[in-house]
């Protein structure tokens, strides 16, 4: 089946630290999304990548899409205990369905 | 006012049992969608309607049935529920489909527990 694999499972980071999330498929997604889900809470959506190579970047957190439109990172500089989360990715391949990932767990340490 | 709402937040019941679960969207999108969340926090899509029209119907067990009575509510009925059906399950909406870049607008959940 179509899949969206996501690493890592878990992150630790001191507080300052930078924080990064990558999202893999094994075939050609036609868009990404990102989403936050703060602990007890719902998914929140971040942002949505759709052209091959796009960069897109909110404050401290930066977007990528991949060439190949087969992968994509999330990357957090300097991180604050209010980035704690879990961070999801969701790819849509050529249906009317987003795919999430299994969610990146990021507990950061003061 | 919230945008995506679910009744009831925490539901515990029985083996066995028939329960609902209600969701209610006022941001007038045509899309609504449930998403099964498990304990490992994998979000799973169930079903979507757009204009109260079935559009996505996962690979769910037909204890699961949902409804829409109109575009802004998607309403999800279990039967027969099974220890296997604990999970957080979330409502959701866009406006626009995922095909045209609709993002999704989650409501807070509802935690069913099932004994």
């Not at chain 2, 969207?25 to 045509?30: A, E």
């Amino acid at each position: 089946g179509q899949q969206v694999m996501q690493i890592p499972q878990y992150q630790h980071v001191q507080e300052g630290e930078d924080f990064t999330t990558y999202c893999n498929s094994s075939t050609t997604l036609s868009n990404i999304q990102w989403y936050k889900q703060r602990p007890g809470g719902h998914p929140v959506f971040l942002i949505q990548l759709v052209k091959s190579g796009e960069v897109k970047k909110q404050k401290r957190l930066t977007f990528q899409f991949g060439e190949a439109k087969k992968n994509s990172s999330l990357h957090i500089t300097a991180t604050q205990t209010t980035d704690v989360g879990t961070y999801f990715c969701a790819g849509r391949f050529t249906g009317n369905q987003f795919y999430f990932g299994t969610g990146t767990s990021l507990t950061v340490i003061p | 006012d919230t945008a995506v709402s679910q009744t009831p937040k925490y539901l515990v019941t029985q083996m066995g049992n028939d329960k609902s679960i209600k969701c209610e969207q006022n941001l007038g999108h045509d899309t609504m969608y449930w998403y099964k969340q498990d304990s490992k926090k994998f979000l799973k899509i169930m079903f979507s309607y757009n204009n109260k029209e079935l559009i996505i119907n996962e690979t769910v067990p037909n204890r699961f049935s949902p409804k829409s009575p109109d575009k802004a509510h998607l309403n999800l009925h279990i039967n027969s529920l099974e220890l296997g059906d604990s999970a957080v399950y979330f409502c959701a909406s866009s406006q626009e489909l995922p095909a045209n870049g609709g993002e999704l607008f989650f409501g807070e959940g509802s935690r069913l527990t099932v004994l």
